[in-house]
């Protein structure tokens, strides 16, 4: 044997062996795989930043409406005039910058056979892997007398941007003495302690600032996200805010915008200022991608986050039903890490990984005043679920420098979870 | 041509290849998540401490002692009561390596 032929032998087995390995051949055969990520939101943006840095090989375009993206978590304070809604916007320029398409449109359609999107450009982008975060949609018939014309006179300020601004105008303009009204809708939602977080920012305005108003939450619930936390804090705060549970009537069951009035089974509330949050289902490209159930959420394999009615196309964020996973920012940008390893492993050839998850929120409920919920999740039985001896909520009886410790540490989180989306 | 010599120029041409060409090796289950709150980059205000390139012993240390609910914590005892020392161990080793 010359040295010649040993050469040529042995690079054949070695490239023919790194195939094997980390190579599969049909990605050296075709073109890089191609994913479309449908929505630039935290679950979204995530996924692709994600995918990009699990592997440069995959060819990633990022579907998105809007130019500047408002970020919900934090909004409250701009609602209660503790920060300005800048300070929620960030844009896409250095996901652009990353090696990602980011195209600015909606997308109208998908057809999971000829695995394309439809865009409102009249383009058609190809894939090979479909990433679905839309985020939530409002059910505009979820909720008689309220619908799109209304929401501009009783804002649900439930997606941030305009809607936060008006809410916070309404506000503004309220005379001392005022009645503010918040309806909080049944579960499943976006953000579970937002309403309660939005309450209790809104008392510290009213508080401050015209400490003869009223605020009353009406809910369709009887149990909350941190209610115990809440509802300590309130008593100890905010002796003008009413909370008004399912069983004492306080499901709203309509809205009258001219009479300014809500009515529940039990009676009619008047508002000055009226905060509906009203029901919800996943954005509305999933149902157009045939990837929402009859609840109008999508159901996932808990471990790549595939569909489970279409195959080839992931959803994630507030769009998924996620189990024990809260629809919250953290849990958002947690399953898109995820969902690209999946996703990778899979246009790779390669079996997933079994993922395991965190999410933490943070609320506010004074500036100074934060705490939180925390939760560890897995795959299990078909469904993420909450690690046993894990989670929970901030210690009822913690001290102020707690509460006060857990405010800079949201603070320092939504620094560093906008960084990594969109810095 | 003497093989290893030969061995050795063969892996130095083909290393570069396949280290262009390869995924990034996957981070261990769960650490993912912590970027989160632990910032990944540089420069970011926030008093939660970076995990890139510190000391895997110590990474590992401070999880077991906020499990074991001996440090006081805000949310890091609640999370850590959901790894196992290996998990722990695994995530620890991973970050001391990220830059």
Known sequence: MTPKHSRRNFLKLTVGGASASLLPLPAIAQAAPRVVVVGGGFAGASTARA?????PRIAITLVETSRIFTACPFSNGVIAGLRELPAQQFGYERISAGGIAVVFASATGVEPQKKTVALSTGQRLDYDRLVVAPG???????LPG??????????????????????????EAMSDGGTVIISAPANPFRCPPGPYERA?????????????SKLIVLDAKDQFSKQRLFQNAWAELYPNLEWVGLSKGGKVTSVDVTARTLTTDFGTYKADVA??????????????????DRTGWCPIDPATFESRLVPGIHVVGDAAIAGGMPKSAFSANAQAKACAFAVAALLAGRKPAEPKLINTCY????PDYGITVAGVYRPVNGMLTDVEGAGGVSPTDAPHSTRALEAKFADGWFKTITNEVFG | MNAPRFFAAAAFLLAPMIGAMAAAPESPAGASSCSGCHPANTGIDTPIPRLNGRNAAEISEQMKTFRAGQRSATVMGRIAKGFSDDEIEAIAAWYAEQR
């Open chain 1, 136 to 142: 939530i949609d409002i059910r505009w018939d979820g």
């Open chain 1, 146 to 171: 309220y619908d799109e014309a209304v929401a501009e006179q009783m804002p649900h300020a439930w997606k941030a941007g305009e809607q936060t601004l008006l809410l916070r105008r309404q506000l």
């Open chain 1, 51 to 55: 995918l990009r840095k699990a592997d």
């Open chain 1, 363 to 366: 609320s506010l409920v004074a």
């Open chain 1, 275 to 292: 905060n509906v949050i009203p029901p919800q289902k996943a954005g509305r490209i999933a149902d157009l991608a045939g990837v929402t």
């Open chain 1, 200 to 212: 209790s920012l809104i008392a510290y305005y009213l508080k401050t600032t015209k400490p003869r």
